[in-house]
């Protein structure tokens, strides 16, 4: 899938156009299911990456995937690094 190929590839560039393929994917809630095993590296693009287009890239994506009840129970059970929280309040301002 995009998403491990997206956390294989340190090319900023390849990450943001596979993360912008599965926002894309991640309208159509029929496809949530299949983000589940990736809800980690997703968020760790939002939460480690020092490049903001690849970090708003994410968030969007997780933004599209909280529409799924199933995937937002995934999501609260993963373990997100402390800054998290401060990263999303910084770029709603």
Known sequence: M??????LHTD????IASLQALTNLSVTPAYHRQFIP????VTGFATDSTDVKLMLQSLRLLVNLTLSREFVHHMLQEKVRS?????VVVISL
Request: with cysteine; charged share 0%; glycine share 10%.
């Open 2 to 7: 995009l998403a491990s190929f997206a956390s």
């Open 12 to 15: 900023g560039a390849v990450q």
């Open 38 to 41: 990736f809800v980690g590296a």
């Open 83 to 87: 800054h998290f929280c401060l990263i």
